[in-house]
């Protein structure tokens, strides 16, 4: 019984074992399954990484050395002496590359600690940086730690985007290993130190040096090196201006790894930690700050490269502005700074200016952003003119309350204020064409490539057109001397309105010569020039002087433009001309006769040095010599005595030329010395009448006397062509003793300049000997008794006109051989007692219209210039008129 028990529990001990070792069997199984299973997962999952690995690394681009090059340089501008003044670069081109050699091994050292201290022995990826970076991430808990190498920044700045992703990360990683075959360590850090960014739009340690220190990289201290290796992590944040501290606390890390990689001594870090880098930088950034905006010299050199790489070397606009401004170009200007300088200094003095009570407004450009509830903006511009600063402040809060009050904010604004009137202003070196200074307007410049009044904007010459519209082509080709008299008298021409052009002062003077013509700016006798010499004739000789804004002619709108008319002489244009080309018309004259292409530059040289322009500037002979030296000489009676006379200052001989247009809107000074010549304008942006007409005069003189000073005296040139004659200013012809020199005015004798061959040979065939009566003051006749008959001189002239409104008081008594009445008997329209006004006559007497020569034939003769006729239907009475303009200045058409 016992003995079956103990059988059963044998036996089902021994099924309990079975059961048992099969369950185990079965688990045993599922576990080699499953590890198989995930053994093949991760195999199909490694193959399939391995795959997409693969296709990640097929598609990253081939690699070269030259790749990893920067692309983008900045490029230099140097003034006349070769002095820099300024830099161009455009995004990620502030670079200066400098080679590996010329960066002090500390500079690259403090990279190397900070950014990858085992640089020398990895292959490119720093596999023991990998690991610490995720140990130190897990640890600190945040991702401040990176494991990129120097050559896989280097990669990812030049070669790939800078994007984060899996991807990039491994295109980046695989090029790393592959640029390191084919490149040598010292070209990847000398790349890699004229890459990186180092924050203010720096590129480089080069662009950095001198943006923080203002020197050159070869320059800085252990400590200025550490601070601009801290900045690469993150420009912003380590920014050494905005940020010092947190630079600090990273150059204090760089400078101990220094240490502690033995690259400098204790004593050395000791100096670096004491050295006050940071109060450096805040200086050299006050210093520099105002230094970002280029000026308008600046401004045209870019625009001139530009068109010429274009022109010349066949780029389009958008490839030229990469070129000057992400090419490492070297730009040579013609710009002398300590000109510019006065220049600048004059223009920023508000006393050369009308005082804001007086002739002052302001034109307000207000730029405004707006945003509404939902986050949509909107830009807003205004442009408006105002009185005083205060009037277009007051404008501004009002259209603030407007904006704001429909639920929009205000997130950004920008006012400029632009005062009036404005200016500019040109000089020239007339011997060699180049620009030494400019002046694109007054007040602050805003921006870079703004408008420029200088070179683009176009406005009226005014008179100084009579010299190179009329006179010099009269002279140099129509026989015209300094002597040639014409009538100043009113005129009527064909196709002109009545009673066109009228002189300044609203005087006539009579028998006139060019010479006081052009002292005095009469109108008359400039239009009067040009009709005779032909407008076409002009027109040639101002297309020729480098005019490129007049009209021949155009069509807008149905309605038919052209400069070629007589008010071309008193510069009414279609379009204006530009300073810059009148500058240049008249330097030709300032250097005898021949033109030079006002030039701003000399040459450009490429990235490595190569010449790549050279600026050769069209010369051409304009003139002849004797034309110049008579127009200069002229125009040197414009400044002693004429409507110049407000630019003289002592020391060196001046010539020039006002000019006003009509409503005294634009007011042009054009002048010259033997060494510069130089040209002022003034006048609102939108035009209107000025009050106070010689500002633009005192600027002149202010500039010129300020740069003349110092320099020898020199005269202007005298060719050899020329002779002096001593003539008769009423006939133009030799001066004959008893006559000329007897005139009851006072003595009509003067010596002239004359061009060889071109000098009178006749004598003076306007005065003339006659006997009057002094009882009756008329010529004597027989009734005059002896005791009471004087011999007088008086000219000969025939009276060209006389409105019929003027009825004559009482009837001629003068013998009817004379063509002129005694002076005490001329009226206004004949006054020609000089240039300045006389009081006018007791009595005035004019001829009636049918009195006529009776030495002539011909009763038509009256008035001999056919093309002058005047019909006295056309001209009514001539009264002075109150007169509020500067005397010194010109009226031209109306």
Known sequence: MNFSKDSNKKKQKELDSKSSKATKSVSTSFIKILVFALLLLIIVGVCAGLG??????????????????????????????????VQLHGSNANRIFVELDEIPTYLQDSF????????WQHNGIDVKGIFRAIFTNIKEKSLSEGASTITQQLIKNNILSTETSFERKIQEQYLAVQLEKKSDKKTILENYLNTVALGRGTNGVQAASNKYFNKDVSELTIAESAVIASITKNPSFYDPVTYPDNNKRRQTRILKKLIEQEKITQAQYDKALKEDVYNNIQIVNKT?????????????VISRVKNDLMVKKGYTETQAYNLIYRGGLSIYINQDTDIQKIVDETYTNEDFFPKKNVDYSVILDYSVTVKDKKGNKKDINKNKTFETDQEANDYIEQLKKELTGEGYEIVAEKPTYIPQPQSAMVLIDQHTGYVKALSGGRGEKVGNLTFNRATTSTRSPGST???????????DTAGYTLATVIDDVPTQFSNEP??????????????????????YSMNILAVKTLNDIGVQTGFDYLINLGFTTLVEKKTVNGENFTDKGLSLTLGGLTNGVTVLELTGAYAAIANNGVYIEPTFYSRVLDHDGKLLIQKEPATRTVMKETTAFLLTDAMVDVVKNGTGKKVRFTGMPIAGKTGTSTGDKDLVFAGFTPYYTAVVWKGYDIQKEQKYLNYHKKIWKEIMQRIHEGLPRKEFNRPSGIVTKKICTESGKLAVSGLCDRDQRGSTVRTEYFAKGTEPTEPCD?????????DSKLFATEYCPESSKEEKVYIQRLIPFVPEEWDPRRPPTIQDRQYELPPSMIGEYCNIHGPEPEP??????????????PDSSNDNNTNTNNNNDVNPDLFTP?????HTNDANSDNTNP
Not at 78 to 84: A, L, S, V
Not at 465 to 475: G, Q, R, T
Not at 842 to 852: A, F, K, S, T
Request: charged share 25%; aromatic share 16%.
């Open 52 to 85: 997409f690995v693969k296709s990640i690394i097929d598609s990253a681009p081939d690699i070269n050395v030259e790749d990893i090059v920067p692309k983008g340089y900045t490029s230099f501008i140097y003034d006349q002496d070769g002095n820099e003044i």
């Open 112 to 119: 190397i600690a900070i950014e990858d201290e085992r640089f």
């Open 288 to 300: 520099y700050a105002g230094n970002s905006s280029y000026s308008y010299y600046v401004d045209e």
């Open 465 to 475: 057109f009579k010299i190179l519209a009329a006179y010099l082509p009269a002279i």
């Open 498 to 519: 009545k009673g066109w052009p009228k002189n300044y002062d609203y005087k006539f003077r009579g028998l006139t010569t060019v010479r006081e013509g052009i002292r």
């Open 766 to 774: 306007v005065h003339i000997k006659s006997t009057i009566c002094k």
């Open 840 to 853: 006018e006559p007791e009595v005035p007497y004019i001829l009636p219209p049918d009195y006529m020569n």
């Open 878 to 882: 001539f009264l002075p008129k109150e």
